[in-house]
């Protein structure tokens, strides 16, 4: 398994200001996800951060507005650009080890 | 596209009883099935992986099954507490996955 920090837990915005995302693992990892759940709905990939090259992000997500960075094989970043109230979502970061996909406790963004 | 889907969507029973969650996919050349369980405004905590060679796992009261030729795996609750009160998800994929939109499960003392 894999144990998964995520920060920060929960957070409060102005719209138009950014708010960055850490994910710190115990452990070195290839790849490591990015997933938005919007309220009332099921967890939808934005994109995959691999150490060393450029995130590949799923239609529908652009870099500009979800920039990512994976500085080496335990972190990443994921910063949420010129918010609006429509990106209030839970934001979770995952990887995958031998026993399935492991899970951040979330973010829990709420923009105003 | 693989589409997943949950049935029911909320479930209510009082503690004891034994009961089954349902999760339905299309497209059976699956990697792996994973069940998790999410907690209100919180993230998710990994249950039981049925890898696509496998039929089924166990953990204490859970049973997870996978058929894939009828694309279906069932999530078995024995003995059900209180405690089980959360949002079952389950998840189809390898590295990144596909999840279905849960069952909102609620255990009555």
């Known amino acids: 398994s894999a144990v998964i920090s995520q920060k920060p837990s929960r957070d409060i915005c102005q719209r138009g200001t950014s708010l960055t995302i850490q994910c710190q693992v115990d452990s070195q990892v290839t790849m490591m996800f990015w997933y938005r759940q919007q309220p009332g709905q099921s967890l939808t990939l934005i994109a995959t951060a691999n150490q060393g090259s450029e995130a590949t992000y799923e239609s529908g997500f652009v870099i500009d507005k979800f920039p990512i960075s994976r500085p080496n094989l335990t972190f990443s970043t994921l910063t949420v650009s010129n918010m609006s109230p429509e990106d209030s979502s839970i934001y979770l970061c995952?990887?995958?080890?031998?026993?399935?996909?492991?899970f951040g406790q979330g973010t829990r963004l709420t923009v105003v | 596209k693989q589409e997943v889907t949950q049935i029911p969507a909320a479930l209510s029973v009082p503690e004891g009883e034994n009961l089954v969650l349902n999760c339905s996919f299309t497209?059976?050349?699956?990697?792996?099935l994973q069940w998790f369980r999410q907690d209100p405004g919180k993230g998710l905590t990994s249950l039981l992986l049925?890898?696509?060679?496998?039929r089924e796992q166990t953990s204490g009261r859970l049973n997870a099954s996978l058929d894939k030729s009828s694309g279906r795996s069932t999530l078995y609750i024995a003995a059900s507490q209180p405690g089980d009160s959360a949002t079952y998800l389950c998840?189809?994929?390898?590295?990144?996955?596909?999840f279905g939109k849960g069952t909102m499960l609620l255990v009555s003392p």
């Open positions: 995952s990887v995958e080890a031998d026993r399935g996909a492991f």
């Open positions: 998840a189809l994929g390898a590295s990144t996955l596909t």
């Open positions: 497209d059976s050349a699956i990697y792996n």
């Open positions: 049925i890898q696509s060679s496998q």
